[in-house]
């Protein structure tokens, strides 16, 4: 049974150009959120997708962007990029909206800004 | 709001020592509490949680007890070994209040040497 899948799994982009990380959920899974951690912090939420909506955002700009397809797969896009926004960035899913039984979280996306 | 504060590390026990990682927490509403892990280079894993007061969570040898009149999560075992050696988050999930976003401590890292 296949987990939460993200790719690509590093990525090396420039300061002031766009990236897009893709997440695919756990079986059966229809909701997907999307956390940044910086190196030795815990993970902060960007935002949750549900039924193909944003449903929830954390406290980040517009530049951060997302979207979830019909077969609840999503994507995190930010543009514009700052050194700032190095971090791995980690997709959970879960079955349904709310977190009572913990999310399943993905090995991440290491962003490299340089 | 809601916050997690975490023990500060890093943490060093000689294996078969026994472990206590401290974890309060604020939150608006009723929060279901959690314990994750992270071992170096991979996403969170899931140890433990528990949706009201006075559960325990447990896992691999590792429990945690929810305290609402003193707001605790602690994260406890008592033969730690080896392999146990990782970065352990605390993390709440508060429905009722700001909706069902992770709210994550800044994670103590934990090494055992044989």
């Known amino acids: 049974d296949a987990g939460v899948t993200q790719s690509p799994t590093h990525l ?6 766009q990236v897009t990380l893709r997440c695919s959920p756990k079986s059966g899974h229809d909701t997907v959120s999307w956390y940044q951690q910086a190196l030795g912090q815990g993970p902060q939420f960007i935002f949750q997708y549900y039924e193909e909506e944003e449903r929830q955002r954390g406290n980040f700009p517009d530049r951060f962007s997302g979207h979830q397809f019909p077969n609840y797969s999503s994507e995190l896009n930010v543009n514009a990029l700052l050194l700032g926004d190095s971090a791995l960035y980690l997709c959970a899913s879960s079955p349904g909206r709310w977190g ?15 | 709001g809601n916050s997690v504060t975490q023990m500060e590390g890093p943490v060093t026990l000689s294996e078969e020592a026994f472990l206590t990682i401290n974890c309060t927490y604020t939150a608006t509403g009723y929060p279901s509490l959690f314990w994750y892990v992270q071992y170096p280079g991979e996403g969170l894993q899931l140890l433990l949680k ?11 040898g590792f429990e945690a007890t929810y305290r609402k009149e003193t707001t605790s999560f602690h994260l406890e075992k008592g033969s730690v070994q080896v392999s146990d050696s990782a970065v352990y988050f605390c993390a ?6 700001t909706g069902n976003q992770f709210y994550f401590g800044t994670g103590t890292s934990l090494t055992v040497i044989p």
Do not use: C, E, H, M
């Open chain 1, 100 to 114: 009572f039984y913990g999310y399943t979280f993905g090995s991440g996306t290491r962003l490299t800004v340089v």
């Open chain 2, 92 to 97: 709440l999930s508060d429905p009722q209040g």
């Open chain 2, 50 to 60: 528990a949706t009201k007061a006075d559960d325990k969570g447990s896992n691999k």
């Open chain 1, 12 to 17: 090396i982009k420039t300061r002031g150009q």
